[in-house]
């Protein structure tokens, strides 16, 4: 499967417990983003990362939440101390970085997280 | 006003039935645009770009007006397959900055 990779698919954390979201991009994709979805809303981007370098993490949280992008393995997304409004459908998306599809993001099966 | 703007739906229609969704944007400097569909509960795909010219896909057609800042989406000869929610997406002026619109939701009708 050439497609964009995420896992766990369903996470259940207790409030004040950390989520870790994994991410792993198409093949020959470089670029990553990550998404929120909450219930009955539009995608709101989060941050977008290339390996090794956040490039824009203007719509992350300020606090609790950090992204990162490995030279090797999957980027991944944490959320410490989890709050119940944290309870959300989280995408990760990939783009490549050249040509005429440069821009087009390819999503992954998401994370739903819930906060209990 | 939101920087994407959907009508929410739901939009019913009969199967073989025509039907179109409109989104407007409110940034003027953005540069791509994208239909994008979305299953209940699952990830947004990739309908198609949106070009200038306007696109054709099969069944599916997509319009850029520019100058009054909308874009289209026709499905023509609509099938149940075609149930879901229909996303809009405009890139801000960081061109890898998406910004969604909330969805339109289209239900086809046996």
């Known amino acids: 499967n050439a497609g964009v990779m995420q896992n766990p698919r369903h996470l259940v954390r207790r409030r004040g417990q950390e989520a870790r979201l994994r991410c792993s991009p198409m093949k020959g994709h470089s670029h990553v983003y990550w998404y929120r979805q909450l219930p009955e809303e539009g995608l709101k981007f989060m941050v977008y990362?290339?390996?090794?370098?956040?490039?824009?993490e203007s719509g992350m949280p300020k606090e609790r939440f950090s992204a990162e992008f490995p030279k090797e393995g999957p980027s991944i997304l944490r959320i410490q101390q989890v709050v119940r409004g944290d309870s959300a459908a989280y995408f990760c998306?990939?783009?490549?970085?050249?040509?005429?599809?440069?821009?087009?993001?390819?999503f992954g099966p998401g994370t739903r997280l819930t906060v209990t | 006003r939101k920087e994407v703007e959907q009508d929410p739906g739901p939009f019913n229609v009969p199967e073989g039935a025509t039907v179109a969704f409109n989104c407007t944007y409110s940034?003027?400097?953005?540069?791509?645009f994208f239909w994008y569909r979305q299953d209940c509960r699952k990830e947004p795909k990739l309908l198609m770009s949106v070009y200038s010219s306007g696109n054709e896909d099969g069944r599916f057609t997509a319009q850029l007006n520019r100058a009054s800042q909308y874009i289209s989406l026709l499905i023509r000869d609509s099938k149940l397959s075609d149930s879901a929610t229909y996303l809009c997406v405009v890139n801000d002026i960081r061109a890898y900055k998406y910004i969604f619109g909330t969805g339109t939701r289209l239900k086809v009708l046996a």
């Open positions: 940034n003027s400097a953005s540069q791509s």
């Open positions: 998306a990939s783009s490549t970085i050249a040509g005429t599809s440069r821009y087009e993001q390819y």
């Open positions: 990362l290339q390996k090794e370098n956040i490039i824009d």
